[in-house]
């Protein structure tokens, strides 16, 4: 089959052309050539700077009005000057052609990434630290005993993680995986980190040490807010939470499976019912927590209240959250907000994160996330903490930032749980802020 004849713009005219605000050049491949990660026949990794990422495949996955708004918030519209470009020219042909029956005809196609990435004298973009967030061929090669790009280079172990949900692991998880259990981590009077003394014992006992290869992934199911336990459907934002007290503790290297358990099955690939025990490991190999920064107490968060101009205590909360009229948990009584925090936004409850990932659950592309925090003032340069109801939202979030390998971030551990136990100390706010409006938000 031949592909459909379209317009083309040259690499001269492109390279010209990066920083026109009137032209949107679109990245139709997988994210994680996005990302960085590099594609066979790709000298480099990353994307064309200015590039919005759009992969090929939702135009097959999503429902039409759900591209055509998805489009919209990508600057892809009627009148627009359109680029697009994918691994080749097939690949961006077959997108304009698909833009064209969406209303948004003359598109012109870019010879591919392959072609640009070979001109070392021409710009590339890429997340950081892109080699944290793996992609399933990724792990489909590691498996396999394969040494792809940033393989692991000692010991390796793959963690299906959630909730309190062991029978979710005995039914079905990615073949090799061992079974982590976010109890072990947390405490369940107030769901901060547990002691540095329980923690070494609980990660060894997982078989960890501070230079093991940890990848962790979750499966996110069909639940209700007002279930007793919801988080146990959470299982993406488990498997960051639980990245996250990894990297307190001092794993010096975590990675999170994007799309989780989902993905892996998505694209075809088996799984296994079989329980595996971990191998517990006598030393840890340094003094937890290795890196104590990466978690904020009480009254740290109040001096990053204190000082607006360089820091920011984000919200990873809901907007009815923001304003107090819902705490947002069936556990957390007093409604509101920390006075002076920022607002980050998360999704439409305590369990999703829609604003911080796309269409078919993967993390958001990066730069779409930076411009949603610039606006609300969350900027690199700035101390950064994060904080939900207990931690874990804001962990999703933490992560991200520490992907585009922000300087000085953190999480606020005890989070609105314990903030909104003593309101005298604690000043606490309700309603809508008179400088502030919902920004690109899902409410509940």
Request: charged share 25%; hydrophobic share 40%.
């Amino acid at each position: 089959m031949t592909s459909p004849q379209t317009d083309t713009i040259t690499t001269d005219e492109l390279r010209d052309r990066l920083d026109d605000p009137a032209l949107t050049l679109l990245d139709v491949r997988p994210l994680a050539a996005y990302n960085g990660w590099r594609q066979p026949g790709e000298a480099r990794g990353g994307h064309i700077p200015g590039a919005v990422a759009f992969p090929a495949d939702w135009l097959r996955s999503v429902d039409e009005p759900e591209i055509a708004r998805l489009l919209a918030s990508k600057r892809v519209a009627p009148g627009r000057d359109v680029v697009v470009y994918g691994s080749g020219a097939d690949d961006a042909a077959s997108v304009v052609e698909a833009l064209g029956r969406f209303g948004i005809p003359g598109a012109r196609s870019y010879a591919g990434f392959g072609a640009w990435a070979a001109d070392a004298s021409l710009p590339v973009e890429k997340l950081p630290r892109h080699d944290r967030l793996v992609h399933i061929e990724w792990l489909r090669q590691v498996l396999a005993g394969e040494s792809p790009e940033a393989a692991p280079t000692g010991d390796f172990l793959l963690f299906h993680v959630n909730f309190g949900v062991p029978e979710e692991y005995a039914e079905a998880h990615i073949p090799g995986a061992l079974y982590l259990d976010t109890n072990v981590l947390e405490d369940p009077a107030d769901w901060n980190r547990r002691s540095p003394e329980v923690l070494d014992a609980a990660i060894r006992g997982l078989g960890i040490t501070k230079d093991t290869t940890v990848v962790v992934y979750g499966r996110d199911t069909e639940g209700q807010a007002n279930e007793k336990w919801p988080g146990r459907r959470a299982g993406q934002i488990a498997a960051t939470r639980a990245l996250m007290i990894l990297t307190y503790a001092g794993v010096e290297d975590v990675r999170l499976l994007d799309g989780g358990y989902d993905w892996w099955v998505r694209d075809g690939n088996p799984v296994e019912s079989i329980l595996r025990e971990p191998s517990p490991v006598a030393e840890f190999g340094a003094v937890i927590p290795v890196r104590p920064e990466v978690i904020v107490d009480i009254e740290e968060a109040k001096e990053i209240i204190a000082d607006p101009d360089g820091a920011a205590l984000v919200s990873v909360r809901t907007w009815r959250e923001h304003i107090g009229a819902v705490s947002g948990y069936n556990y957390i009584g007093p409604a509101g907000r920390i006075q002076g925090d920022v607002w980050g936004n998360c999704g439409s409850d305590a369990y999703h994160m829609q604003h911080y990932r796309n269409v078919d659950n993967s993390m958001r592309a990066y730069p779409e996330i930076t411009a949603n925090w610039a606006e609300a003032g969350i900027v690199p340069e700035k101390w950064v903490a994060f904080y939900c109801g207990t931690g874990w939202r804001a962990s999703e979030t933490w992560f991200y930032a520490f992907l585009q390998d922000w300087p000085r971030i953190a999480v606020y551990d005890g989070g609105w749980f314990e903030w909104s136990q003593d309101p005298v100390s604690n000043p606490i706010e309700i309603g809508v802020p008179d400088a502030e409006a919902p920004r690109d938000q899902y409410v509940s």
